[in-house]
């Protein structure tokens, strides 16, 4: 009845945002479960909001869980697509072929699900958003040295069958958990990470630790992934890396919301970690002319436009005509 509810919720027009507590205690009651529905929803809840990463792998994960899940992979087409997945979005077709309609005639004059009208800067904060654990500060690169030397290898073949957590020790179930963060599937890494936290050496506990973290930012789950942090000792380099994940994707989320203030905020005490690159310079410009902050925008676009970034172009003219300055 509880993910009956969730999914209710999640589904319920016109989109409103969810607090985080609430969203982690359903995605954590939906990979208990597991709830392919319930994922699936998550998944439009993500696109809605537009972080079409974060739906790709809910959608992903739901149709794992149920193969004849359509409303599933009609979303893998539409998030793939927004991310200019072109090769996911033909692949999904040719296997839908006579079964749906709509993802095969998917981009052929049909529509695409909209989703709340926000500026284009949006488009670029989530974008990098479930990056964070991949590539700023490449923190995925770390732990696939330091967390995939297990069972799991440098592959992902040899995590594609479905193994319960519990069934694992906590060494094989850690290795594990890096093998399906390798295959980008983090939702399902969690409880193997959860398992390997159950292990009696500290060095096993703090790469799960950290891996249990890195799961939740690609799920775009900011507080569980600071719960999972503290779960055992990490290195200063490991907290770092985190808080600037953890830290980006709270500034993100934020902003997709329309809560500019504590976007902000977490780009203040993000830039205490790490200088901010174009897209959440663009992002802290956004949040600045929304607050009608013009001034400050100006600035900050006038700087990233000069380098050419396209978002930024966009925001120095609407923040000059919002000041009637005209070159």
Same mark, same amino acid.
């Given at each position: 009845?509880?993910?009956?509810?969730?999914?209710?919720?999640?589904?319920?027009?016109?989109?409103?945002?969810?607090?985080?507590?609430?969203?982690?205690?359903?995605?954590?009651?939906?990979?208990?479960?597991?709830?392919?529905?319930?994922?699936?929803?998550?998944?439009?809840?993500?696109?809605?909001?537009?972080?079409?990463?974060?739906? =790709?792998?809910?959608?992903? %994960?739901?149709?794992?869980? !149920?193969?004849?899940?359509?409303? +599933? /992979? #009609? &979303?893998?087409?539409? @998030?793939?697509?927004?991310?200019?997945?072109?090769?996911?979005?033909?692949?999904?077709?040719?296997?839908?072929?006579?079964?749906?309609?709509?993802?095969?005639?998917?981009?052929?004059?049909?529509?695409?699900?909209?989703?709340?009208?926000?500026?284009?800067?949006?488009?670029?904060?989530?974008?990098?958003?479930?990056?964070?654990?991949?590539?700023?500060?490449?923190?995925?690169?770390?732990?696939?040295?330091?967390?995939?030397?297990?069972?799991?290898?440098?592959?992902?073949?040899?995590?594609?069958?479905?193994?319960?957590?519990?069934?694992?020790?906590?060494?094989?179930?850690?290795?594990?958990?890096?093998?399906?963060?390798?295959?980008?599937?983090?939702?399902?890494?969690?409880? =193997?990470?959860?398992?390997? %936290?159950?292990?009696?050496? !500290?060095?096993?506990?703090?790469? +799960? /630790? #950290? &891996?249990?973290?890195? @799961?939740?930012?690609?799920?775009?789950?900011?507080?569980?992934?600071?719960?999972?942090?503290?779960?055992?000792?990490?290195?200063?380099?490991?907290?770092?890396?985190?808080?600037?994940?953890?830290?980006?994707?709270?500034?993100?989320?934020?902003?997709?919301?329309?809560?500019?203030?504590?976007?902000?905020?977490?780009?203040?005490?993000?830039?205490?970690?790490?200088?901010?690159?174009?897209?959440?310079?663009?992002?802290?410009?956004?949040?600045?002319?929304?607050?009608?902050?013009?001034?400050?925008?100006?600035?900050?676009?006038?700087?990233?436009?000069?380098?050419?970034?396209?978002?930024?172009?966009?925001?120095?003219?609407?923040?000059?005509?919002?000041?009637?300055?005209?070159?």
């Amino acid at each position: 009845l509880y993910l009956d509810a969730a999914a209710a919720l999640l589904s319920a027009e016109p989109r409103r945002a969810l607090d985080q507590q609430v969203l982690g205690r359903i995605a954590d009651a939906t990979l208990s479960a597991p709830s392919a529905n319930t994922a699936q929803e998550l998944g439009w809840y993500a696109y809605a909001f537009q972080q079409p990463q974060t739906a =790709l792998e809910w959608f992903s %994960l739901a149709l794992r869980w !149920q193969p004849d899940l359509e409303p +599933a /992979a #009609y &979303g893998i087409v539409v @998030a793939a697509n927004a991310l200019g997945d072109d090769a996911t979005v033909k692949s999904m077709q040719a296997q839908w072929a006579g079964r749906s309609v709509r993802i095969t005639s998917f981009g052929k004059g049909g529509g695409v699900p909209t989703s709340t009208v926000v500026p284009s800067v949006q488009q670029v904060a989530l974008t990098s958003e479930p990056r964070v654990a991949a590539t700023n500060p490449k923190p995925a690169q770390t732990v696939a040295s330091s967390g995939g030397g297990g069972s799991g290898g440098g592959s992902t073949s040899t995590c594609t069958t479905y193994v319960p957590a519990a069934s694992l020790s906590p060494g094989a179930a850690l290795s594990r958990a890096w093998c399906m963060m390798r295959a980008n599937r983090p939702a399902e890494a969690v409880d =193997l990470f959860n398992r390997a %936290l159950q292990a009696p050496g !500290q060095n096993t506990r703090s790469d +799960a /630790a #950290y &891996g249990l973290a890195l @799961a939740y930012v690609r799920m775009g789950l900011a507080s569980e992934a600071a719960v999972a942090a503290a779960a055992a000792p990490l290195s200063s380099k490991q907290i770092i890396e985190l808080d600037i994940a953890i830290l980006t994707l709270r500034a993100t989320s934020a902003y997709s919301i329309g809560d500019y203030v504590r976007a902000l905020d977490a780009l203040d005490q993000r830039a205490r970690y790490a200088a901010e690159r174009n897209d959440l310079l663009t992002l802290r410009a956004w949040s600045y002319y929304h607050l009608k902050r013009y001034r400050e925008a100006l600035q900050i676009f006038t700087a990233v436009a000069a380098t050419g970034h396209g978002d930024a172009v966009a925001g120095l003219e609407a923040t000059k005509r919002a000041l009637m300055i005209f070159d």
